[in-house]
């Protein structure tokens, strides 16, 4: 018997040093050896944290030591020890990305979602080939008569195919629409389309992808910025308030992703939520408190692990116990020292918790927090917890704009300054239409025909009562406009996939629009 275990033992050493040697000699062939040393320290570096990613460094960095892991402090000509718990990114296509999720949407509940999103690695998966309409609309200037709705969510990313029917269709519209096309006096107003790398749209949340350039090392100094936050690389700023003095704001930004180009240089994927302070609660607020997390710890729970975060006081790791728990309507994440136990009264175990976490739960958009408020125990005041409050600043979620396929747009308005207008009466119906007439044409010449432009009950009513019985009767209107409520203020625009288009077509109309693109806007 003991033999027996003594030759499985060296068969499975012998296994691991060929899978290392496998990976040495891939990186050998691409990379020098100065290099290869690299990826070896990382490898044993990174094993002492339950993982071992390997990674391509360029000549000159190293990763810290597992005492930089412990202060996520940066070490000289390289990269804070936090990169080795940043899993990788997984580029993939938009629509492998869009599958991905809807995959997950579909299961039947939402446990069985959050725990599906983890097991698939759905946060590192992120898509190549998007471009920004941003970024063009910045490179067109004036005449190119779109505004956009915000200048900090980035939700500006599009398929090459339904970039090049929306820049046409502005074009041929703005030139009837009477002569409206100044930059103060914009024709469309754009809202979300696609985050940078696609993937899920959160309520709070803003993704980013952030690179390393030849001019910049915006990733590595933010990586560097780094602390270890329940088991996350995380960069916490706080932001003043209006007396300079106060902070009324922090923003909270996730390492969630990590890649290497070509040239070695970084890339991070980023998760954004910002909070603001909520008025300190009353010891009824507090009770409430209680008594809704008595409830929801007696729930389905989707995860929980125990993590380690640097505690800025005391300078050291400490160990904590993160655990989600989902309800039928209401979700919690509660940090705590210890395992709470359902079967106890919260209000007997509160001397373990450390921070609680409640919001809504809204089905088919697994791990976003609505309405999030976040309860962090301050201390005690005769002999009831202490509280502050932080609620999460608002960012609008979709079910869709997953692949860069959709797009929000505002109406056309009689006074062209409306935006996302709240009062439909004041939309211009005719010049609306016109504007619906010019996408479809668009869409329809690039062999890539409009899925869907989605309307609000209201808008809908006001489009049947003043447009003609020849445009009522089009298949535009019958078959493409659809209704949903919400969109009274915008309309949603989606467009077929690329894998729709005839091939012949496909070849002679995105060939020029792929080339021109990647080299202005992919990342």
Known sequence: MGLAQGVHGLFLQTKRLGATMKVMVRVLRRRSLARLTGVICVLFGGAAFGQAPVLSLPDGFTVGPPTALEAGAAISHGYSGLLQVIPPIEWSTPEAIEDAWLRVKRLPSSVAQVKAVAAEGLYQKACRGLVDLRALSARRGGGFALAFRDDH???????PHV???????IDTFGRTHRGRTSPDKPVIMVGDAAQPGCGQLEYGAIVEVVSDTRTSLAA????????????VATVVARLPGADAKTTNTFSETRLVGHSFDVDSRLTLRTVTRRYRKVRSPDPRSSDRLVQTADELMRSPVASQKRVASWSTPRRSLRRRWVTHYLGKHRQMVAVTKSVLDPATPLVDQLDAVLELRVSRLVTRKPLSFKDEVRWTKVGATAGAPSWKRWGLVHEAGHQSHIAGRDLDMGYVTEENHFGFTRSPDKVDISSTWRWFESLDRS??????PL????????????LKKDLDLAA?????????VKVATGHDGHHHVRVAPIATLDAPIADRLMRPWSIIYSELFER
């Open 451 to 462: 899925e869907r432009i989605i309307v609000g009950p209201r808008m809908h009513r006001l």
């Open 220 to 231: 590595t100094e933010l990586l560097n910025s780094a602390k270890l936050v329940d088991g």
């Open 443 to 448: 869409a329809r010449r690039r062999g890539t």
């Open 153 to 159: 969510r980035g939700r500006s990313w599009l398929q």
């Open 472 to 480: 009522l009767d089009s298949y535009l209107f019958k078959s493409v």
């Open 163 to 169: 970039l090049s029917i929306v820049e046409a269709a």
